[in-house]
């Protein structure tokens, strides 16, 4: 097993260096000037350019300032952002964990609540039942991430006045202790609740179909036979077999939820990695933009991992083939 995740990490980071030269490349299309950019409106005179494209690298060859940004990272820096005027660690560390929290609430009750959607449309006796949940779940699944966003804060927030439409908390704040967690709960039910519908839609359909197909196997005709409750087979037998693909489905989905994040938290105005992508990608920023990349890129990669390891705890056959190998 050890031996698998080695290798697992060591081809990690291959493709991790593939996709920053990739990325790199590309934002040398981006039309525009990042040094007007920094200064804004104003015209920028000579002697300032040339001491602005001296202290940020942009005067040297690109090959140049490719190799020397790759010889950073491995140094663990990953430059210094020209629009936040501090270094892209430090601004990463302050806006990755308020999206790590959003993101992972979301995700979890989006994984719980569509396995359990799942079991019960593929089990129930009613075909009504299950044509209602099929049909849900698929309007669901259809509809954009933004545009669910915008009807939950039309609702929600513009027309009942429940909830607030955007930040991550009030400008002026004078609570503490659970008060000021209440108060800061409030504005993350919105995008969680984003969330926790398009990833309920994804894993619910995955979960249906895996069910569907487990009940169909021999081993639950034999327990069937044996005399085995309905209950008992489904949580014996069905759940645990019938959970596999979803992990697989954790797995990539985790990654599209960190990509969601991009129009998410633009639709919200919620300070995180999404929005931290969107201004950096309008000010020509391109150390924050690549270093937001190589965030979300570790996250999968991490998240990958741990759907690796789940799988081996769930399903002895794999951790007998990752100890032969």
Known sequence: MLRHIAGQLAQAVLLLLA????????????????IQAMVGDLPVPPALRATLEARFGLNQPFLQRLLGYLGHILQGDLGYSIN??????????????????????GYSFGILFGIAIGIHSAVTRFRGVDRAWSTIVLIGFAMP??????????GF?????????????????RTTG???VLERATYLVLPVATYTILETTRVARFMRASVSETLEQGYIVTARQKGL??????????????????ITVMGYSFGTAMGGAVLLETVFSYPGVGSLMVE??????????????????CSVVVMNIVVDLLYA????????????R
């Open 178 to 180: 659970l008060d000021w």
């Open 19 to 34: 996709v920053i030269v990739l990325i790199y490349c590309l934002l040398q299309l981006i039309p525009g000037d990042p």
């Open 280 to 297: 950096a990608v309008r000010a020509r920023d391109t150390q924050t933009i690549v270093g937001v990349v190589i965030l979300i890129a």
């Open 229 to 246: 409750s309905r209950r008992e087979i489904i949580m014996g037998h069905v759940v645990r077999n019938s959970i596999l693909p979803v």
């Open 157 to 173: 927030a513009v027309h009942l006045g429940w909830l607030p439409t955007q930040g991550m908390g009030p400008m002026i704040s």
């Open 313 to 324: 705890w769930l399903d002895p056959r794999i951790r007998v083939v990752s100890q032969r």
């Open 145 to 154: 991430t933004f545009w669910v966003g915008q009807l939950l804060v039309m």
């Open 84 to 105: 936040y005027r501090q270094p892209v660690f430090d601004v990463l560390a302050e806006r990755f964990p308020r999206t790590l929290l959003l993101a992972g609430i």
